[in-house]
């Protein structure tokens, strides 16, 4: 039983499942077929000074964890889900693939795995300096570096325990079994605009690659106003720009610009 009291601040889980079906019956939630999920058409998303929501798919945030880190529990509950899907642990070096706020707050749940060497690859100049200044271990810029020979020299030839691909963009997909090691794993979240992406099906064989995919999240929004909680990761840097409710339009226009990772609409006072 979930219990809220009028004027906690909290944080919605964006998807609510139907409870019936096999997948929620397995634990699998996020995979049910007649999930409601904000701003999924044919669903409404919450750009609304009041929307209504079950009480078990909304998560109170603690005095300490600001509106704003609140809001961005879902794109960090996607990172929380791809380092899970990668079984990411103590110890390990992981490539995170694009470095948009999939990737950059991927990179904050893989360290908080337990992950000790982060390496990111994206295509634009200010996402690779921001990944740098958030602790990045290395960058790779895959116009001007060969991927897995960047990845190759930083693991003394060994490759990366797990790779997480959240660029969506074709090489950048095709590449991941050249960047991972024997044995390692790959975790798949960017989408491609077109589904068929060529793979080396032989490297996947020979090297024992697990591939994943990665949808959503389930039960990841309690760890994440945890994580947040703790100080155990740090997700309001990504934020470029905020603006109010009568500024949507203008917040889409700039989302677009490739530089800008992830603007935000701030709804009424908080
Ligand atoms: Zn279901």
Do not use: Q
Not at 10 to 16: K, R
Not at 40 to 56: L, N, Q
Not at 194 to 211: F, N, Q, R
């Amino acid at each position: 039983m979930t219990e809220h009291e009028s004027g906690d601040r909290v944080t919605l889980e964006p998807g609510v499942p139907c409870r019936r079906c096999e997948h929620c019956k397995r634990g699998d939630y996020h995979l049910c077929e007649e999930v409601t999920f904000m701003a999924t058409p044919p669903d409404d998303g919450a750009f609304a000074e009041y929307v209504a929501w079950p009480a078990d798919f909304a998560y109170t945030l603690p005095e300490t964890v600001s509106t704003r880190a609140g809001a961005l529990c879902e794109p960090l509950s996607v990172g929380i889900h791809a380092a899970r899907r990668g079984s990411v642990g103590v110890g390990d070096s992981v490539l995170i693939s694009g470095g948009g706020p999939i990737g950059l707050l991927a990179m904050e749940a893989v360290r908080a795995a337990g992950a000790t060497e982060v390496v990111l690859s994206d295509v634009v100049e200010a996402k690779l300096a921001l990944a740098a200044e958030r602790g990045a271990d290395r960058t790779i810029d895959v116009r001007e570096e060969n991927l897995s020979e960047a990845v190759a020299e930083h693991t003394d030839g060994r490759g990366v325990d797990v790779v997480i691909e959240a660029s969506g963009a074709p090489r950048a997909i095709a590449s991941t079994v050249d960047a991972v090691r024997r044995g390692g794993t790959v975790v798949l979240i960017g989408l491609p605009g077109d589904g068929e992406v060529p793979i080396d099906t032989l490297a996947v064989i020979d090297d024992e690659i697990d591939v994943h995919g990665s949808f959503r999240y389930k039960n990841t929004y309690g760890a994440a106003v945890d994580l947040l909680a703790e100080g155990a990761v740090d997700v309001e840097g990504i934020i470029d720009f905020e603006t109010s409710l009568e500024g949507i339009e203008t917040a889409f226009r700039r989302a677009r610009d490739p530089e800008n990772v992830k603007g935000m609409l701030s709804i009424g006072e908080h």
